[in-house]
């Protein structure tokens, strides 16, 4: 059996996008998993911001959008 080059993309496609419709959604039903999650990330947060970092170990350049 000979497969062409847009045969073979045609197929993967087909077959990608039915892998794609019937993926579960992630986190169904962990709400308290992911909450905890949520704290633990905030608790992390706080700490961080406590944490004075002096000027000279600042990067010395600028994000520029």
């Known amino acids: 059996m000979?497969?062409?080059r847009r045969q073979l993309?045609?197929?993967l496609a087909a077959s990608?996008?039915?892998m794609a419709q019937t993926q579960p959604a992630p986190f169904?039903?962990?709400d308290e998993e992911r909450?905890?999650?949520r704290a633990r990330l905030q608790d992390a947060a706080?700490?961080?911001a406590k944490v004075e970092?002096?000027?000279a170990m600042e990067p010395a350049f600028q994000f520029k959008a």
């Open 28 to 30: 169904a039903g962990d």
């Open 35 to 37: 909450k905890a999650a």
């Open 2 to 4: 000979k497969l062409t």
């Open 9 to 11: 993309a045609a197929s």
């Open 46 to 48: 706080v700490e961080l």
């Open 16 to 18: 990608a996008a039915a």
């Open 53 to 55: 970092i002096p000027m």
